[in-house]
């Protein structure tokens, strides 16, 4: 549009003078006494005055457009600063949300749990490699962390375990691993067994439960917990479900496929059991 005034801004003007002395000297003729002269005149300038209008409104519509479209714009560009803004303040807010319910978790699980101590932990990266299935998160030896440790989520669900440790750093390996070996018993029955890891079931965030005494009554939706048995896992922690049953090669006993109770693919921040709390009784 300013390539258009700048442009065609000359004649534009060199035609509004031209009907502006039309209409001047239309005034002129028309203030004395009507004549053949005038008469004549005013039909030869009509058409001019009527263009002048056109002209006129013409412009004043390029005008509106022109100032409004500019209003617009400004407004445009406010209305998306404040959306952001907004959006911005929802993931603050939601991110803060999420971190308050697993404290106050948290809290709940200490008082059911006293005699462990916990430390809070974010996940800063995750291992690319195919072969394994670890996480590293941003606490170590500096905060008390130990060689070892059980890894949960603030709702007892098992996440993996401590396999190295640096000073402010600490690498966990999942529960779904194909190193992990975890004593087990179904909770509906209260038959052990033992949570492993498997390379075919990695892929599928899958481990596998096995060892179980000949004859086991297992269904799918069996809740699968930590047994507790050599003092590597502490009791009762949440591995997760019973997904599928299936025969050993044998043939002789069954196995289940367990689906983790910890959403792996979604830990943003663990909590590890640092050590069991002396009795104070």
């Known amino acids: 549009m300013k390539d258009f005034f700048k442009n065609k801004g000359i004649k534009v003007a060199v035609a509004l003078a031209a009907v502006l002395i039309v209409i001047l000297m239309s005034t002129f003729l028309s203030a004395g006494r009507s004549n053949l002269f005038a008469n004549i005149f005013r039909t030869v300038t009509s058409p001019f005055e009527s263009g002048l209008s056109s002209v006129a409104d013409y412009l004043e519509g390029v005008y509106d457009y022109m100032y409004g479209f500019d209003k617009l714009k400004a407004e445009n560009e406010e209305l998306k600063a404040k959306i952001a803004d907004m959006e911005k303040a929802v993931r603050q807010a939601k991110i803060s949300n999420d971190e308050n319910d697993r404290l106050r978790e948290l809290v709940n699980l200490q008082v059911k749990r006293p005699h462990l101590v916990f430390e809070d932990a974010l996940v800063i990266s995750w291992n690319s490699s195919n072969w394994s299935s670890?996480?590293?998160?941003?606490?170590?030896?500096?905060?008390?962390?130990?060689?070892?440790?059980?890894?949960?989520?603030?709702?007892?669900?098992?996440?993996?375990?401590?396999?190295?440790?640096?000073?402010?750093?600490?690498?966990?390996?999942?529960?779904?691993?194909?190193?992990?070996?975890?004593?087990?018993?179904?909770?509906?029955?209260?038959?052990?067994?033992?949570?492993?890891?498997?390379?075919?079931?990695?892929?599928?965030?899958?481990?596998?439960?096995?060892?179980?005494?000949?004859?086991?009554?297992?269904?799918?939706?069996?809740?699968?917990?930590?047994?507790?048995?050599?003092?590597?896992?502490?009791?009762?922690?949440?591995?997760?479900?019973?997904?599928?049953?299936?025969?050993?090669?044998?043939?002789?006993?069954?196995?289940?496929?367990?689906?983790?109770?910890?959403?792996?693919?979604?830990?943003?921040?663990?909590?590890?059991?640092?050590?069991?709390k002396l009795s104070e009784e």
Do not use: C, H
Request: aromatic share 6%.
């Open 134 to 276: 670890t996480f590293v998160i941003n606490k170590g030896s500096s905060s008390g962390v130990e060689l070892y440790d059980s890894v949960i989520t603030e709702s007892e669900a098992l996440v993996g375990q401590i396999i190295e440790v640096g000073a402010t750093t600490s690498v966990v390996r999942t529960v779904v691993d194909a190193e992990t070996s975890i004593g087990a018993l179904i909770d509906r029955t209260g038959i052990s067994g033992v949570a492993s890891g498997e390379f075919t079931l990695m892929g599928e965030n899958r481990l596998k439960l096995s060892f179980l005494p000949s004859g086991s009554d297992l269904i799918n939706g069996d809740t699968v917990l930590t047994s507790g048995k050599g003092e590597v896992f502490p009791q009762d922690l949440v591995i997760g479900t019973i997904v599928s049953t299936q025969k050993e090669e044998s043939g002789l006993n069954w196995y289940g496929i367990i689906s983790p109770a910890a959403e792996l693919s979604k830990l943003t921040q663990v909590f590890v059991i640092k050590e069991y």
